[in-house]
């Protein structure tokens, strides 16, 4: 039978998915025997309403209350002082040199004081799984080289599996039996629509006219024009939906359309709901899978679905306050109910480019805020991108700050 690693290191630079690879794991070792520990420069628990920054170094302040090491240490084997729990807890305390930092309050430890700590009351629990993510961050050169010296001998001695994260290579240890590499992502385009001098026409009858846009990452802009102005015609462009768009000098995310880039390739970047989106839901779907094809980019849904994307249409429906209409037939909805079910299914890849279509219409004042307040906190996310079209500026969220204004030809 292969040997099972006992030590894995996934490594990568920062945004590269270490930290998504690790959920993944966590939810399928789903255990109450794995432990998870994210070291960070954030000093004590976020929860301790007492602390402030100069805490450490008054100690006068201290409250007689705060715990020490031991008291703490102490308080992780209640119910658990079995024989072996005491000789595992030996072990540990000579392992991680503990003896001097019992009678400690724990907001004076040092960092590296902090990380042992941390270590030991979470193998006190006798976990089969233990997770240490970013251990080495924040430690000098000696604790680092001896926080390791830690985990080598923790790994050889304890009938343990443990998992580093790390983001630098000269943290790198040498008893990894294996190691995963993530690869760093591109970065996204900073211009992510580019029209220059685009003209569309059907027949005689000119809808765009040398028209010049650019929308950058992070922008938030509204779409404005009288009915019959090109509102729609400009976003069938940008959704890759118009095969006029070829012949145009467009870009999208970086690409110029025609460069090979698969229509699902643009797709995959965009949350769209529109009018003519609504009238082409006619079949009896469940709702949730009106809302799950979003994941797809399809009108319609035919895939299946995994537990985790099933799960994912319903955090985003339970937001829209819609959950209750899950297993409902679209067709049974009434159509301010499809429109809510409908700019859900915009939101529910959580894209990096927005577009609403008239996302409100239909919709009475309660929903209509909803809708305005989840479009406001979606847009103060990072590198997220709206272009929403409406008749009615007063229904523009906040959030917009750029206006473009179309003419009928």
Request: include cysteine; glycine fraction near 6%.
């Amino acid at each position: 039978m292969e040997k099972q690693p006992k030590v894995t290191v996934i490594i990568g630079p920062n945004g590269s998915g270490k930290t998504q690879l690790m959920e993944q794991m966590r939810r399928r070792l789903a255990s109450d025997r794995v432990r998870y520990l994210a070291f960070s420069d954030a000093y004590g628990p976020a929860t301790d309403k007492a602390y402030y920054l100069q805490l450490r170094w008054n100690q006068h302040d201290i409250d007689q209350e705060t715990p020490t090491v031991g008291k703490l240490l102490d308080n992780a084997c209640q119910n658990t002082g079995t024989p072996q729990q005491e000789a595992l807890r030996s072990h540990l305390y000579e392992l991680f040199g503990m003896a001097s930092l019992l009678d400690k309050y724990i907001i004076l430890l040092s960092s590296g004081e902090l990380r042992k700590f941390q270590i030991v009351r979470t193998l006190l629990s006798n976990p089969e799984v233990l997770i240490l993510d970013n251990p080495f961050i924040g430690l000098d050169s000696k604790a680092r080289r001896q926080l390791n010296e830690l985990l080598h001998r923790l790994a050889l001695e304890q009938n343990l599996r443990l998992y580093l994260v790390l983001s630098r290579s000269g943290d790198l240890p040498d008893y990894a039996d294996e190691i995963i590499r993530t690869a760093e992502p591109d970065a996204p385009c900073q211009e992510v629509i580019s029209m220059r001098h685009v003209t569309i026409s059907y027949g005689e009858r000119v809808i765009l006219r040398d028209l010049n846009w650019q929308v950058n990452r992070g922008e938030r802009w509204a779409l404005l024009g009288e009915n019959g102005s090109g509102k729609s015609t400009l976003l069938s462009l940008v959704c890759a939906d118009n095969p006029q768009g070829y012949a145009c000098d467009i870009s999208l995310f970086g690409h110029k359309r025609g460069s090979g880039e698969s229509i699902w390739e643009i797709k995959k970047h965009i949350g769209y709901v529109s009018p003519e989106m609504h009238r082409s839901y006619l079949r009896p779907l469940p709702t949730i899978q009106v809302v799950a094809s979003g994941l797809k980019d399809t009108v319609g849904l035919y895939v299946r679905t995994t537990d985790a994307e099933q799960e994912q249409c319903r955090w985003w429906m339970r937001l829209f306050a819609i959950d209750h209409l899950a297993d409902r037939l679209f067709t049974q909805l009434s159509s301010g109910e499809q429109r809510l079910v409908l700019v859900c299914r915009a939101f529910v890849k959580d894209p990096q480019l927005l577009i609403l279509d008239e996302p409100l219409h239909g919709l009475d004042d309660h929903n209509r805020d909803l809708v305005r307040s989840i479009i406001e906190a979606f847009c103060l996310r990072p590198d997220k991108t709206l272009v929403m079209v409406t008749h009615y500026e007063e229904e523009l969220p906040a959030c917009i700050n750029k206006k473009l204004y179309l003419s009928r030809q």
